[in-house]
């Protein structure tokens, strides 16, 4: 299986999922992700405004944004750039909801959550084929901890990223919170995979408490 076949078969998977129970999972992939929001008690994260059939996490982002600074990417060229969360949003390419521009250039985050389309036995990201973030974690001053989140699950154990796709620490989904079992993998190579700088034994008990292995 290549990494294009896993990523047609993901969409079918988003796009086949009943509709009548995105309510539901998205309640939970939410309660899940407060968890390790409140545990990390971060003040600057990168998030992402849903659509369609991404999880619905404009309930955390709300959390979060009383907490400290929200980021919400604003889309620059073949990639994008980070954007302080402004109301109103505008409906921009692809149906995404960005903040307007704003000339701050912020190139430092502790935490990341990204959607992604399915994730591979390494934890890598795979999307939906454009590279924008692979483009843009590299712009980054160091690697933040790296949350992705899914709707409807669809992950598999065997290695199909390329070297430049991003990297998770975790991966949340309506049926729980998956992480690597060895969390002191190596990072280094390859664009956009600096080592975290979140490796608290506060966030090894919760791995320990909460986290099911991938």
Same mark, same amino acid.
């Given at each position: 299986?290549?990494? @294009? =076949?896993?990523?047609?078969?993901?969409?079918?998977?988003?796009?086949?999922?009943?509709?009548?129970?995105?309510?539901?999972?998205?309640? @939970?992939?939410?309660?899940?992700?407060?968890?390790?929001?409140?545990?990390? %008690?971060?003040?600057?994260?990168?998030?992402? &405004?849903?659509?369609?059939?991404? /999880? +619905?996490?404009?309930?955390?982002?709300?959390? /979060?944004?009383?907490?400290?600074?929200?980021?919400?990417?604003?889309?620059?060229?073949?990639?994008?750039?980070?954007?302080?969360?402004?109301?109103?949003?505008?409906?921009?390419?692809?149906?995404?909801?960005?903040?307007? +521009? @704003?000339?701050?250039?912020?190139?430092?985050? %502790?935490?990341?959550?990204?959607?992604?389309?399915?994730?591979?036995?390494?934890?890598?990201?795979?999307?939906?084929?454009?590279?924008?973030? +692979?483009?843009?974690?590299?712009?980054?001053?160091?690697?933040?901890?790296?949350?992705?989140?899914? @709707?409807?699950?669809?992950?598999?154990?065997?290695?199909?990223? =390329? =070297?430049? =796709?991003?990297?998770?620490?975790?991966?949340?989904?309506?049926?729980?919170?998956?992480?690597?079992?060895?969390?002191?993998?190596?990072?280094?190579?390859?664009?956009?995979?600096?080592?975290?700088? &979140?490796?608290?034994?506060?966030?090894?008990?919760?791995?320990? +408490?909460?986290?099911?292995?991938?």
């Amino acid at each position: 299986m290549t990494k @294009s =076949d896993f990523r047609t078969q993901c969409l079918n998977r988003l796009k086949s999922s009943n509709k009548h129970t995105k309510i539901a999972r998205d309640a @939970s992939v939410r309660r899940l992700l407060q968890k390790v929001l409140n545990t990390l %008690d971060s003040k600057r994260i990168l998030a992402f &405004w849903p659509m369609g059939f991404e /999880a +619905d996490i404009r309930k955390n982002i709300a959390l /979060a944004r009383q907490r400290g600074e929200v980021y919400l990417p604003f889309m620059d060229g073949v990639s994008f750039k980070m954007v302080p969360l402004r109301y109103p949003l505008e409906r921009k390419a692809f149906g995404i909801y960005e903040p307007r +521009d @704003s000339r701050k250039k912020i190139n430092l985050i %502790d935490i990341a959550i990204v959607p992604v389309v399915g994730v591979d036995g390494s934890l890598g990201r795979i999307g939906f084929g454009k590279g924008m973030y +692979d483009r843009f974690f590299p712009t980054l001053k160091t690697k933040p901890f790296t949350i992705f989140v899914q @709707s409807c699950e669809c992950k598999t154990t065997k290695n199909l990223c =390329d =070297d430049y =796709d991003v990297l998770g620490d975790l991966l949340i989904t309506p049926q729980g919170i998956y992480g690597l079992e060895d969390f002191h993998v190596k990072r280094t190579t390859g664009r956009g995979r600096r080592r975290s700088p &979140w490796r608290s034994s506060r966030f090894f008990n919760f791995k320990k +408490d909460f986290i099911r292995p991938f």
